[in-house]
């Protein structure tokens, strides 16, 4: 009962006393204990009175702060009262204050509130009465409560009287996520567990007065009860002995459902003898670093209603990341029916397409429930945030803490996977097709397919304290969540799942089914798609979902024999058996591909091939079997890339605003936890695509297409071009989503997005420049016999299991950003993804594209203001200012990198800023040995005549003068370099290709992550090339380049005294 006539520090002394009576020595700071206890009533069991109708209850919907990871704060709950206010959240609009890693909630129940505390505590009860919201305070004992102790039920009274002084009229106490076993001492008192809950609720409960009262069992949905809903004696227990009027909590079938259906209800109704109060966890992202959901609330009928006590959700850690959450769940409370279109795809679509005028009279209904509807209402509303001026504290985070993994029971075919901290190289066999069985004591092993942090430490869960401060950490011992361990030790499996194997059809082979608009089950905002130019084109983009997915070149089918672990924890699908199981070993070989044996040898002795260098004509020895001149396409790419770079401002250099369109991709991209939307799906379906058909570029070329402009292209080439434009302006269009975030005046809703949508326009950066490099045709036709099949979304059984709903989200960690970063060709990738964010949000964003010619001097720029500034470091000595002298303005470039762009610019890819300024470079060659075989017989023979020994520099510094000396000695063989002529066989036979990259400083400063994505692509080019090892040589001075090489995967093989540098290798 709220007590107006006493102050906040009067009711924290009238009923203080120790948090914990056992620590006699710690006085309380606000005086004596009371002795105020209240008589408790009488207990009313379930199975003694008959409540009042389930119809004249009041229906309880709301949200529940009940996540891991930080509290939000004092004003973003009185926020969310206002919001929950205008929304129209049922009969009986509730909050429940139950944060699992605020102070006083869990890790520390027992203590009691401060004056300071009680201040904001009860300032938060007062705002929540005067929006009208029921206030429910939540405590959650079970960590370590002992149930059958009287100073411990004392205690939590305290605690809960305390609360109540402060105008609190409703109450909830949660025992989710604790261990089942009782302690010892209550195992002297209480049969079961469920008889200890049910003793401290009831009694709890008359304590308070009977008020309005939520109880959370420990087996909370379906797949917790033990062993069944209806066989488990917990449940049934509760159902008999706790008091009617306490309303129980259920997530559904799984701690995170997909969907609740009438008959589960019904079920579980039946056995707790009272309707449910749904804890809906559909929208939280504690588990999962990777993912927000802004997707509409969906999966459950409002003709659910009638047979629930209410829906609270309990949302994304990132409080403005649940508009649309929130209001669609408002929406839906409002409704009587579902559409019945939710499970008619072909009637969804319609939806989509339409213009709401022409729309069915059922979906016009406001008793009618569509989510894609619910979703495009509740973007609407929430655009006007974007423009409120708030600032921001502190640096972008994420929240969210990491839980320990849980084997996925699905049929997958394990080969390569970009994303995978246990997998290597893809496997290809011409045996005949059988079904290998994995054993499910490895699909552990399997579910690590997800992690794309395990270079990191996991993060702890800090106990905070978000009454007083939205930063104030008390301790950062972790506050275990054990969901995913409980949820596995309730799983039986068999003994061996089958894992699928499926060819793919070519690309000419067209599916009769459904066009291409249905794999935008979920498309918002057409106006933002691109149309086809032609409706040929048109006709031909119509193709049915799993043609677009499945259409590749035809490969053999994959086969499993073995696991194997390397440096980097890598699984490897071998050839051979078919049948065996998969076994775990920790080899060295892990790194060799089992491919190499097979591979044809691309690189030819002694092949004449003309430079395409613009200045050099020479005879070179060519490391790849690719015929195609890699000058056409260049220009296009680079003006394109232009444009896509201006476009990102607007006229004037104003800042960009959100907009309605934007917001639609931003849900599309983080949708929900079972299904990405409409444009996610699209990326991934087009990304895929493309890299399977892309010999039709080669095939275009041989022929002679590409040699003549005025031929007319052939429909799929035509097709092809079409939509690698088209993926390009999906991806182009996620950057300026970037950009508007960073520029929004929003800046707390700019701090919890920003790091999400830096995510994926990152790995999107890496697809996109990709596929412009498989636009130049670089690479063999049997390139899909080093590329195909991985552990994807494509993968036989991912997809299906992902969006089933019968495993637990957390199975598939990443979400759409971890999906589309496993199309990568580059195995045992995990490594190359983890990108350190930017501190502050920035619309500084770089890009990558393919080298062309027009980029040669920039990136010698880049590379000799990069040297020369390494060399200061390195010398101590004067600065060398830049530019160098004229007639030696590119020595330090022609010596670096000028082979690599000359004989090898087909290998290089760029990172460049929105001015097209180039910032960084990464360049490879695919055999080291022809390489240098070249450098001494083409290159270095022109730069002795470029740069001769008596070169001379009569207006140069003496800092000039030595570093130009140093070159030309090296250019003319004087400076005991011998050693260089051959690589040493213990690089070149495993590690053949060889890197260098550079990026500028200040570009690193702003995006550390840039240079692991230019090689990212390089290393997925070398591997389209079919070559599986690259090295790099490093001065062993340079301990910066050693340990960023070494964080990347790259170990250490050999050690070159004469020159003191360092080979660094890896396989991918």
């Not at 494509?794 to 199309?823: C, H, N, Y």
Request: with cysteine; proline share 6%; charged share 20%.
């Amino acid at each position: 009962m709220h007590l107006p006539s006493l102050g906040t520090a009067n009711i924290v002394q009238s009923i203080s006393g120790d948090a914990n009576p056992e620590e006699k020595e710690k006085q309380d700071l606000f005086g004596p204990r009371s002795s105020h206890i209240r008589i408790p009533g009488p207990c009313k069991m379930a199975d003694e009175v008959v409540t009042q109708p389930d119809g004249q209850r009041q229906f309880i919907c709301g949200v529940i702060e009940g996540f891991y990871g930080r509290p939000w704060t004092t004003e973003q709950r009185k926020d969310l009262f206002r919001k929950l206010k205008s929304m129209g959240l049922g009969s009986s609009p509730s909050y429940m204050y139950a944060p699992k890693d605020d102070y006083k909630h869990r890790a520390y129940w027992r203590e009691l509130y401060t004056v300071e505390e009680a201040d904001h505590l009860s300032s938060l009860i007062a705002a929540a009465k005067e929006a009208g919201i029921t206030f429910y305070y939540a405590l959650s004992p079970g960590l370590d409560m002992t149930y059958s102790s009287p100073k411990e039920i004392a205690t939590l009274k305290r605690k809960l009287d305390q609360v109540s002084q402060f105008g609190c009229e409703a109450y909830a106490l949660l025992f989710d996520d604790i261990e089942s076993e009782l302690s010892k001492a209550d195992k002297e008192v209480f049969q079961t567990f469920a008889n200890a809950h049910v003793s401290v609720t009831n009694e709890i409960y008359s304590h308070l007065g009977s008020p309005k009262f939520l109880f959370c069992p420990t087996q909370y949905c379906a797949s917790r009860a033990v062993p069944t809903v209806q066989e488990s004696e917990y449940l049934h227990t509760l159902g008999s002995k706790l008091n009617n009027d306490i309303d129980i909590l259920w997530t559904g079938d799984k701690v995170i459902s997909k969907t609740i259906t009438l008959e589960s209800i019904q079920e579980i109704t039946e056995v707790l003898r009272r309707p449910p109060c749904i804890w809906d966890n559909l929208h939280a992202n504690d588990y999962d670093q990777k993912r927000v959901f802004l997707g509409p609330y969906s999966g459950r009928s409002p003709e659910l209603i009638p047979h629930l006590r209410g829906v609270m959700t309990n949302p994304n850690c990132e409080f403005y990341g649940n508009f649309v959450a929130i209001h669609s769940l408002a929406f839906w409370s409002r409704c009587s029916l579902d559409s019945k279109v939710n499970s008619s795809l072909s009637a969804d679509i319609k939806l989509e397409t339409e213009n709401e005028d022409e729309l069915p009279a059922e979906f016009l209904s406001k008793n009618v429930y569509h989510p894609r509807l619910a979703l495009k209402n509740a973007i609407t509303e929430w655009l006007p945030e974007f423009f409120m001026e708030k600032e921001a504290w502190g640096p972008i985070t994420k929240p969210q803490p990491q839980v320990q993994m849980v084997m996925p029971i699905i049929p997958i075919i394990p080969s390569i996977n970009t994303c995978m901290s246990l997998t290597t190289t893809t496997t290809t066999s011409t045996s005949s097709r059988t079904v290998p069985e994995v054993n499910t004591t490895q699909l552990q092993a399997l579910a690590d397919v997800c992690v794309v942090t395990s270079s990191l430490t996991p993060i702890s869960n800090p106990v905070m304290n978000s009454l007083v401060s939205p930063t104030k950490v008390i301790t950062n011992d972790d506050i275990i969540n054990p969901i995913p361990t409980t949820a596995a030790s309730n799983i039986e499996l068999p003994k061996k799942i089958p894992i699928s194997v499926v060819p793919v059809p070519i690309m000419e082979a067209k599916a009769v089914e459904e066009s291409v608009e249905l794999t935008l089950d979920n498309a918002t905002f057409d106006e933002n798609e691109i149309e086809p130019k032609s409706d040929s084109v048109k006709e031909r983009l119509e193709l049915d979902v799993d043609d677009l997915e499945e259409k590749q070149e035809p490969v053999a089918s994959l086969s499993v024999d073995a696991m194997l672990d390397d440096t980097n924890a890598s699984l490897s699908p071998l050839s051979g058996g078919a049948n065996e199981p998969m076994e775990c070993s920790s080899s060295i070989a892990s790194q060799v591909s089992p491919r190499e044996d097979e591979v044809i040898k691309l690189v030819a002795d002694d092949v004449i091939m003309e430079s395409v260098n613009d200045v050099h004509s020479m005879h070179v020895e060519s490391g790849t079997s690719s015929p195609i001149s890699n000058t056409e396409m260049r220009e296009e790419n680079e003006a394109h890339s232009v444009g896509t770079i201006e476009n990102n401002t607007t006229a004037g250099g104003c800042e960009p605003k959100m907009t309605i369109e934007d917001l639609g991709l931003l849900c599309d991209l983080f949708y929900l936890p079972f299904e990405h939307g409409s444009r996610g799906h699209k990326l991934l379906v087009e990304f895929n695509w493309l890299k399977a058909n892309a010999n039709v570029i080669l095939q275009d070329r041989s022929a002679g297409g590409g040699g003549d402009a005025i031929k007319s292209i052939k429909p799929e080439v035509s097709e092809w071009l079409l939509r690698c434009e088209q993926f390009d302006e999906l991806c182009s269009s996620v950057v300026q989503l970037l950009i508007k975030i960073a520029h929004c005046q929003n800046k707390e809703i700019c701090h919890e997005l920003y790091s999400y949508v830096w995510d994926i326009s990152g790995s999107l950066s890496l697809l996109n420049c990709y596929i412009k490099w498989l636009a130049l045709g670089h690479f063999p036709q049997n390139t899909s016999s080093y590329t195909e099949g991985s552990y994807t979304w494509f993968s036989k059984g991912w997809k299906e299991a992902f969006m089933s709903g019968d495993q637990e989200p957390w199975v598939f960690r990443g979400g759409l950003i971890a999906d589309l970063q496993r199309l990568m060709p580059v195995d045992s990738g995990n490594d190359l993804f983890v990108y350190k964010l930017p501190e502050q949000p920035t619309a500084n964003y770089y890009l990558l594209r393919p080298y062309c010619n027009a980029d040669e001097q920039n990136v010698n720029d880049v590379c000799t203001r990069l040297y020369l500034k390494w060399q200061e470091e390195q010398d101590g000595a004067g600065q060398i200012a830049f530019p160098l002298p004229s007639n030696v303005f590119n020595i330090v470039a022609d010596g670096l990198i000028g082979a690599h762009l000359t004989l090898s610019p087909e290998l290089c890819i760029v990172a460049y800023d929105e001015s097209n300024s180039i910032i960084g470079y990464a360049c490879a060659v695919l055999d080291v040995n022809i390489f240098r075989r070249n450098l001494e017989m083409c290159w270095l023979t022109e730069l002795r005549e470029k740069y001769p020994k008596d070169l001379s520099l009569q207006e140069a510094s003496e800092e000039v003068r030595r570093l130009v000396t140093r070159f030309v000695d090296q250019f003319h063989g004087s400076s005991g370099h011998a050693a260089l002529e051959q690589c040493p066989p213990e690089v070149s036979g495993s590690f053949p290709a060889v890197l260098i990259s550079g990026t500028l400083r200040e570009a690193e400063e702003k995006d550390s992550g840039i240079t692991k994505r230019m090689l990212t692509v390089l290393l997925a080019a070398l591997r389209a090339n079919g070559c599986f090892g690259a090295h790099v040589c490093v001065p062993e001075q340079d301990v910066a380049q050693v340990n960023f090489y070494s964080r990347i995967g790259f170990v250490d093989v050999y050690r070159e005294e004469a020159t003191h540098c360092i080979y660094l290798g890896r396989r991918f």
